[in-house]
């Protein structure tokens, strides 16, 4: 692994860690080959890259929601707030104070837009739900106007923000989001982007986000890794790889002026990035 | 008209006591797609364990009651752990065998023990005759209509606004989706087989006490079916709605065309609901975005 710049990587207030893990659906299929990185207590951090990179099953194994899809965490740990959490039930972690956004909403569409973020909230055990559900609503005033519309009727925009407001509903430490923008017009994905760092900021909530959408993910991320095939190949401060010529062709879509690549080019990222795994 | 008042009346009752069975059927197949045959059998096991308490070992029936509602509850979880854990990820028809052999098994375990011959329901809901506009009814009909009215209405609120009701829909909607909300799927659907067991064997104790315990009570269980295809498998009010409505047209047609109609009548409007509207009056289409 090579930093894009010299400044030393984020450790300091580790609140996760992935440590080396190797994650196998199937029994066959290995999908993450000695994954490694760490998330900061406070900050934002962003994980990108391509379809198939394994950022899914990444978030999956620290929700622990790999085991209803067949896979398994073979090696490596993964460590919350000092403890191993890799062989803990989904519902244990979520009250530990990790949520995870799942991909495409997946809101519940038969139930109301409040009944959705009453569901957010099951693990709470105090009574200050009635409290978030305005807190909610304070980020999101559309979905005060929606409280008692059937979820599967509402905009596509407006499921993104009930699934975020659900996840706030938990008063989670670490909130994951698994692509944000998916299928969400380019305005939609703004405001919500801006939510987020608005949560991030005022709860102090550590906030990891997977995503296709490189440009966007860090404007807002404070630290990012390039994940591809199953394990990290670049990672940095967002300024820092902005500036990396590879993150700039490939992620970004920033070639230099008037310069179309050649096939030949690519093969020869490909090699290079094979070296830097 | 008298006739007309007694007929509704009957019905009325039949319908409540489908409605509570129906119930138990749409909240399993609500919380986890499967239709669980063995339904009619967990009234039959509720009605005998009633009679058991109260007939055999001469409890008040306030305390036999409770005691079979907890049979029934434990019955329900067993069932959940041993039967239906095994075969999660299994193809939902496997789960459906399961619940006919469940059905064998739970007809033959009470058989072995009580034997096959009809016995007398120990009286303990008052049945004196009453008379409700020059019709005669008895006030156990009236019973159970009040008891299975009540249950339905504390469903409802349940499923509407208590936690646990919103997570059980949360987990028929989206599994994986309430697994990520930390809502333990196993811990739902062992709610799900307790209050079915528990609605049922209270369902069975009602039919019981009008017609007597014998090995027929199981048969309500195939009734439960037109009900619920013309409700909406997955419709709390449909299950309520489809039980009268199928009460009275059985009473309706067995009292003024004839008995052996009435019998045949509830599946020839399940085969017509099919055939125009397949979720039901209140069965949830599913949504579609485009």
Same mark, same amino acid.
């Given at each position: 692994m090579t930093g894009a710049d010299s400044r030393p990587p984020l450790t300091e207030g580790i609140m996760l860690t992935l440590n080396n893990i190797e994650v196998i659906y199937n029994d066959v299929i290995l999908v993450l080959k000695g994954m490694s990185i760490q998330v900061p207590e406070g900050k934002i951090v962003g994980l990108l890259g391509s379809n198939g990179a394994g950022k899914s099953t990444t978030l999956k194994a620290i929700s622990g929601l790999l085991k209803p899809e067949d896979g398994e965490v073979t090696d490596g740990s993964i460590e919350f707030l000092g403890e191993t959490i890799h062989h803990k039930d989904a519902a244990d972690i979520v009250s530990r104070g990790i949520f995870q956004v799942m991909e495409g909403r997946r809101v519940f569409e038969h139930l109301t837009a409040e009944e959705n973020l009453?569901?957010?909230?099951?693990?709470?055990?105090?009574?200050?739900?009635?409290?978030?559900?305005?807190? *909610?609503?304070? %980020?999101?005033?559309?979905?005060?106007?929606? +409280?008692?519309?059937?979820? $599967? =009727?509402?905009?596509?925009?407006?499921?993104?923000?009930?699934?975020?407001?659900?996840?706030?509903?938990?008063?989670?430490?670490?909130?994951?989001?698994?692509?944000?923008?998916?299928?969400?017009?380019?305005?939609?994905?703004?405001?919500?982007?801006?939510?987020?760092?608005?949560?991030?900021?005022?709860?102090?909530?550590?906030?990891?986000?997977?995503?296709?959408?490189?440009?966007?993910?860090?404007? *807002?991320?404070? %630290?990012?890794?390039?994940?591809?095939?199953? +394990?990290?190949?670049?990672? $940095? =401060?967002?300024?820092?790889?902005?500036?990396?010529?590879?993150?700039?062709?490939?992620?970004?879509?920033l070639t230099e002026v008037g310069q179309r690549k050649s096939y030949r080019d690519v093969k020869h990222y490909k090699r290079r990035k094979r070296w830097l795994s | 008209?008298?006739?007309?008042?007694?007929?509704?009346?009957?019905?009325?009752?039949?319908?409540?006591?489908?409605?509570?069975?129906?119930?138990?059927?749409?909240?399993?197949?609500?919380?986890?797609?499967?239709?669980?045959?063995?339904?009619?059998?967990?009234?039959?096991?509720?009605?005998?364990?009633?009679?058991a308490m109260l007939a055999q070992f001469g409890l008040h029936w306030t305390l036999g009651m409770a005691l079979t509602i907890l049979i029934a509850i434990g019955l329900g979880v067993l069932v959940e752990r041993l039967v239906l854990r095994p075969m999660i990820g299994e193809p939902i028809i496997s789960v459906i065998m399961v619940t006919i052999g469940l059905s064998s098994l739970l007809k033959a375990i009470v058989s072995t023990i009580w034997g096959n011959l009809p016995k007398a329901f120990?009286?303990?809901?008052?049945?004196?005759?009453?008379?409700?506009?020059?019709?005669?009814?008895?006030?156990?009909?009236?019973?159970?209509?009040?008891?299975?009215?009540?249950?339905?209405?504390?469903?409802?609120?349940?499923?509407?606004?208590?936690k646990e009701g919103i997570a059980m829909r949360a987990v028929a909607d989206d599994q994986q989706a309430a697994l990520s909300m930390g809502i333990s799927v196993k811990k739902i659907f062992a709610w799900a087989w307790s209050i079915a067991a528990a609605t049922a064997a209270i369902g069975g104790v009602l039919v019981a006490n009008i017609v007597g315990v014998s090995g027929e009570l199981a048969n309500f269980g195939v009734r439960v079916f037109p009900v619920v295809i013309l409700g909406g498998l997955d419709s709390i009010p449909g299950a309520i709605i489809g039980g009268v409505i199928i009460g009275l047209l059985e009473s309706y047609t067995g009292g003024y065309i004839g008995q052996g109609l009435n019998q045949v009548l509830p599946f020839v409007v399940l085969i017509i609901i099919l055939m125009i509207r397949p979720y039901g009056l209140f069965g949830q289409e599913i949504i579609e975005r485009v």
């Open positions: 009453i569901a957010g909230g099951y693990t709470r055990r105090d009574s200050n739900a009635h409290h978030d559900i305005e807190m *909610v609503y304070h %980020y999101f005033p559309r979905l005060k106007e929606r +409280r008692h519309q059937t979820a $599967g =009727y509402l905009s596509g925009g407006e499921q993104q923000m009930l699934a975020i407001g659900r996840a706030l509903m938990a008063r989670p430490k670490l909130m994951m989001l698994d692509e944000p923008s998916l299928g969400l017009a380019p305005l939609l994905v703004m405001e919500i982007f801006d939510i987020v760092k608005r949560i991030n900021k005022e709860h102090g909530t550590t906030i990891l986000i997977v995503e296709q959408n490189a440009n966007l993910t860090l404007g *807002v991320a404070d %630290y990012a890794y390039i994940m591809e095939n199953g +394990r990290i190949v670049l990672e $940095g =401060y967002p300024a820092d790889l902005r500036e990396n010529a590879d993150v700039r062709e490939f992620y970004l879509g | 008209m008298d006739l007309f008042i007694q007929l509704t009346l009957t019905g009325l009752t039949n319908g409540a006591i489908l409605a509570l069975a129906a119930l138990g059927f749409v909240l399993i197949y609500k919380s986890s797609d499967v239709l669980n045959f063995a339904q009619g059998e967990f009234l039959l096991v509720g009605a005998y364990v009633t009679f120990p009286p303990f809901i008052p049945s004196q005759p009453v008379q409700i506009l020059g019709a005669t009814v008895g006030a156990d009909r009236l019973w159970a209509i009040v008891i299975a009215m009540l249950l339905l209405g504390i469903f409802t609120f349940f499923f509407r606004r208590s």
